[in-house]
T-cell receptor, first 112, second 113 residues
Framework: QKEVEQDPGPLSVPEGAIVSLNCTYS??????FMWYRQYSRKGPELLMY????GNKEDGRFTAQVDKSSKYISLFIRDSQPSDSATYLCAMWGNTGFQKLVFGTGTRLLVSP | DTEVTQTPKHLVMGMTNKKSLKCEQH?????MYWYKQKAKKPPELMFVYSYEKLSINESVPSRFSPECPNSSLLNLHLHALQPEDSALYLC????????????FGSGTRLTVV
């Protein structure tokens, strides 16, 4: 079992839809949870950063963490074609050499 | 300045060549990282420089060698690479190694022929 599980997609939605992206994890040592957006052939860009269970909102983006279920989500409201990218969840914990562990990424396609 | 700058953006090299990738940040971050990313895969950590101390992923072959001339610069020296080393090489930095969101550069697309 991988430490972080994420559906690779692709996830195709029409413009304006609400998008839900999810990750599950198995290691209780993870303390911080992040979502990165990566456009093709570019580096990942940090979108959201959370610590505690609950919701955090930033514009059209809402990050949700449920530590008891080991489950995190990213919601995108009013999705735009410019949101088309790969979304990587990432989790940080004092877990050895690679403290920041990434999911495999979900490819999102928003059609006009 | 809130960026991590990587050069070159693209590099094609033969298996007998020696080349270097460069990474620079001026955010006062004290930890810098090299990642390797293959297509449709998550980034894999290769090296960490944190407070002038190098940590190595033991699975990375010796044909990759990092160098940190100062706290703002991180180089990755490449020698005798193999075609399977072709990938996107990403540099990142963070204020500290403990937590903090990592800021990534745009990467160097490396092709080994």
């Amino acid at each position: 079992q991988k430490e972080v599980e994420q559906d690779p997609g692709p996830l195709s939605v029409p413009e304006g839809a609400i998008v839900s992206l999810n990750c599950t994890y198995s290691n209780s040592a993870f303390q911080y949870f992040m979502w990165y957006r990566q456009y093709s052939r570019k580096g990942p860009e940090l979108l959201m950063y959370t610590y505690s269970s609950g919701n955090k909102e930033d514009g059209r983006f809402t990050a949700q963490v449920d530590k008891s279920s080991k489950y995190i989500s990213l919601f995108i409201r009013d999705s735009q074609p410019s949101d088309s990218a790969t979304y990587l969840c990432a989790m940080w914990g004092n877990t050895g050499f690679q403290k920041l562990v990434f999911g495999t990424g979900t490819r999102l396609l928003v059609s006009p | 300045d809130t960026e991590v700058t990587q050069t070159p953006k693209h590099l094609v090299m033969g298996m007998t060549n020696k080349k270097s990738l460069k990474c620079e940040q001026h955010m006062g971050h004290r930890a810098m990282y090299w990642y390797k990313q293959k297509a449709k895969k998550p980034p894999e950590l290769m090296f960490v420089y944190s407070y002038e101390k190098l940590s190595i992923n033991e699975s990375v072959p010796s044909r990759f060698s990092p160098e940190c001339p100062n706290s703002s610069l991180l180089n990755l020296h490449l020698h005798a690479l193999q075609p399977e080393d072709s990938a996107l090489y990403l540099c990142a930095s963070s204020l500290r190694e403990e937590v903090d969101g990592y800021t990534f550069g745009s990467g160097t697309r490396l092709t080994v022929v």
